[in-house]
């Protein structure tokens, strides 16, 4: 079986283990009493045999100490799934470089990038203490996504080659493996996401909601307790790992949630067999509890800059960085810029599938998304809106990727207003009102309505540039603002003309890393919400691209799905890149945006430094926030 680069990476996280005897005097304070009481076991026997080993002095910080609480807020319940994205713990993850690394598993190897054998450790248990086995991921295979009440939308796209899924084995007591007949190199980067599809569920204390294993009356019982409609409900509800609203669930993650909700505040509090310590034996995580406090997402700002925080990177925009700066004089916090991983801040998304068929035939022809972008004065937008510290550029990767080429940076980004006024004029738009609006061949003025959720005052500014740049073309322009709900639902019923939204997710992308961003494949893209939506249904709702270039991305998307070499892939990335930017499915403004992240001035380990984003950063999370600790007051 031939052992890949990333494999060898996996088996270099399990090396070099030291002994827990010098941390065993060393337990965290805060489980001293349930030790001594014999609730918990010693360190000894919480930790897996060979646990994760993580160099903390490597990754440029220092060893640390037990305790503390850290203080963040949240605009919403939903939001303590930033408590998984932030604890970051994975089958398999990213490190700071994004490269792969075994984390849960002990190991795992890949033979012709289409056999996964994962490797699990020895005595690692989930934070009930229950061992992890292998029949937990036989019971999340077979029982949870393989059951159609569970996962009605059937296996995973990333767990499908040619639309069929993986064959799972248990080879040994501690051996699972995925095969499949073609190569599939959606998987790993699946597991590492920011959302990752889940392998493994408690077994032990899922079946109890599962009708397979549990007693009808009994079950009966457990969903009315519960004040759920069905057992698959129930089920559901009480295996949320992504948001974890179940107290009682076992986990795996560095802080596990204490709080049923509905409540104001959240408590996580360390698992005590996590699986991993500092080069000194000392386990993981330093911090002994987060508190998440709810509230509105209008005056987080203002919270974070009261000193109610200790941690905070969501809620908080560039626009808050000078107010939140000033705060450093008057609480005992720290702020620092991060770049932010985003291809473009904001970018303009013509629909390509919008209702009026006029208007559709206009965004369809490049000519017009053409001279959108160059009738577009990036510079003064990032002068304007980012203080020159951004840089202008169409809506492709950042140049920290590897992937990155110029001339997709570049690419229809210069401002030229002379350019964009021969193209309208080349298309047939040459005629004119007496306000100088250019007139349609249907006879109606120009006026482009651009729609947004309007989330920041940011997102204003920049429209209103927008919108004195392209009437000096001819062009009217129109803003409309809706809930994001009520937005996304017009998108999809072809209502929305152009919006305004975020560039790509995903601006510093590798070439393991699948380029689905740039072709139409999610119902949510809203340049082409149609086409997303039949693909993500196999066909069943949408209607099919009829366009040849969208057409030629799905099809090289397809071709990545088939690679078995990194080069391959890192060649399908290329075209893709190449097609995507000049043909502006999306119309950047400017990227490498700054996003404020305010810190407690006790708290250690926090880079100064970082990219910050969802996937594949998972904001603070492969900065591996349970290596973070507070020195004492």
Not at 5 to 24: D, F, N, Y
Not at 212 to 217: I, T
Not at 292 to 307: C, D, E, L, R, W
Request: glycine share 8%; charged share 25%; aromatic share 10%.
């Amino acid at each position: 079986m031939r052992i890949t680069r990333r494999t060898a990476l996996g088996l270099m996280a399990a090396t070099l283990v030291p002994s827990t005897a010098h941390a065993a005097g060393h337990e965290p304070e805060v489980l001293r009493a349930d030790i001594d009481a014999g609730k918990l076991p010693s360190l000894a026997d919480r930790l897996p045999k060979t646990p994760r080993v993580i160099n903390v002095v490597g990754l440029g910080g220092l060893p640390g100490r037990h305790g503390g609480t850290v203080r963040t807020i949240v605009g919403g319940q939903r939001d303590i799934r930033l408590m998984t994205i932030y604890g970051y713990t994975r089958m398999i993850g990213y490190n700071s470089k994004l490269e792969f690394e075994a984390d849960v598993l002990e190991s795992y190897e890949i033979a012709e990038e289409r056999i996964f054998t994962f490797k699990l450790r020895e005595g690692h248990k989930w934070s009930d203490g229950t061992p992890l086995s292998t029949e937990d991921f036989r019971y999340c295979w077979e029982d949870v996504i393989g059951d159609e009440d569970l996962t009605p939308g059937g296996v995973p796209i990333a767990m499908r080659v040619n639309g069929e899924p993986p064959e799972f084995e248990i080879v040994d007591p501690l051996t699972v493996r995925y095969t499949w007949e073609g190569p599939n190199p959606d998987f790993l980067p699946s597991l590492a996401s920011a959302q990752p599809i889940n392998l493994a569920l408690p077994a032990h204390y899922l079946k109890q909601f599962h009708k397979k294993y549990q007693d009808e009356d009994k079950l009966k019982e457990l969903i009315k307790k519960n004040k759920a409609k069905k057992w698959s409900g129930l089920h559901i509800k009480m295996s949320r790992t992504y948001r974890p609203e179940n107290p009682d669930l076992p986990m795996l993650d560095p802080w596990c949630n204490r709080t049923a909700p509905p409540a104001e505040q959240f408590v996580f509090e360390r698992n005590p067999y996590y699986h991993r310590v500092d080069e000194n034996g000392l386990q993981l995580p330093y911090i002994d509890k987060f508190v998440m406090n709810v509230s509105s997402s209008a005056i987080i700002p203002a919270k974070t800059g009261a000193g109610e925080s200790d941690l905070q990177a969501t809620g908080i925009d560039f626009a808050d960085y000078t107010f939140l700066k000033d705060s450093e004089s008057r609480y005992p916090v720290k702020v620092t810029l991060w770049k932010k991983i985003q291809g473009s801040r904001f970018a303009i998304l013509p629909n390509l599938n919008y209702g009026d068929e006029v208007w559709r035939t206009i965004l369809r022809d490049v000519r017009f998304r053409r001279a959108l972008s160059v009738a577009m004065n990036r510079h003064e937008i990032n002068m304007a809106c980012f203080f020159g510290l951004a840089t202008p550029s169409a809506d492709t990767l950042l140049p920290v990727s590897r992937l990155y080429r110029p001339e997709f940076a570049e690419a229809w980004a210069g401002f030229d207003p002379d350019k964009a006024n021969a193209l309208l004029d080349e298309m047939g738009l040459d005629k004119r009102d007496d306000d100088g609006i250019r007139i349609l061949p249907d006879g109606r003025s120009a006026q482009l309505i651009i729609e947004t959720a309007g989330e920041s005052t940011l997102e204003t500014d920049v429209l209103e540039l927008i919108t004195d740049h392209w009437l000096k073309v001819g062009l009217a322009v129109f803003i409309r603002t809706s809930q994001r709900d009520i937005f996304r639902s017009r998108a999809l019923a072809g209502q929305i003309m152009l919006s305004l939204w975020s560039g790509m997710d995903n601006g510093v992308a590798t070439a393991d890393m699948s380029p689905d961003q740039l072709a139409p494949t999610a119902e949510d893209e809203l340049q082409w919400p149609l086409w997303g939506v039949h693909y993500v249904t196999g066909g069943e709702q949408g209607t099919a691209p009829d366009m040849p270039e969208a057409v030629e991305l799905v099809r090289l998307l397809r071709q990545w799905r088939a690679s078995a070499t990194m080069d391959e892939r890192a060649s399908v990335w290329g075209q893709m890149l190449k097609l995507y930017t000049d043909n502006l499915f999306s119309i950047g403004t400017v990227n490498q945006t700054l996003q404020p992240i305010l810190r407690s001035s006790r708290l250690r380990n926090l880079p100064d430094e970082g990219l910050y984003g969802f996937d594949p950063t998972s904001y603070l999370g492969v900065y591996k926030p349970d290596t973070f600790w507070l020195e004492e007051a």
